[in-house]
Nanobody, 112 residues
Framework: QVQLVESGGGLVQAGGSLRLSCTDS????????MGWYRQAPGKQRELVAS???????NYGDFVKGRFTASRDNAKKTVYLQMNSLKPEDTAVYFC??????WGQGTQVTVSA
């Protein structure tokens, strides 16, 4: 099975930015759809962004143009650039691939 490892989370003030990274050790990375999901305590996991093998992206409605997903197949990495962060963005952010493998998650905390 492949392994997904997220990085880039942390504590930022409202209005700040973070860039999350997810590396996928699987050999089929370039053929996979990738996704970012988030989950706050007491809430269901929700889609933040996805990007398919052709680079097409899809975003959760709450993003409102603030987030951008991208991928670098040479590095086997997917990114999530998060701008204009809000306190309600606070959650654990998880990477996912279309082999249904989940990363361990990285904490994003946005202070008011």
């Amino acid at each position: 099975q492949v392994q997904l490892v997220e990085s880039g989370g942390g504590l930022v003030q409202a209005g700040g930015s973070l860039r999350l990274s997810c590396t996928d050790s699987g050999i089929f990375f370039s053929l996979r759809s990738m996704g970012w999901y988030r989950q706050a305590p007491g809430k269901q996991r929700e889609l933040v962004a996805s990007i398919d093998a052709g680079g097409n992206t899809n975003y959760g409605d709450f993003v409102k143009g603030r987030f951008t997903a991208s991928r670098d197949n040479a590095k086997k990495t997917v990114y999530l650039q998060m701008n204009s962060l809000k306190p309600e963005d606070t959650a654990v952010y998880f990477c996912w691939n279309s082999a249904n493998v989940w990363g361990q998650g990285t904490q994003v905390t946005v202070s008011a």
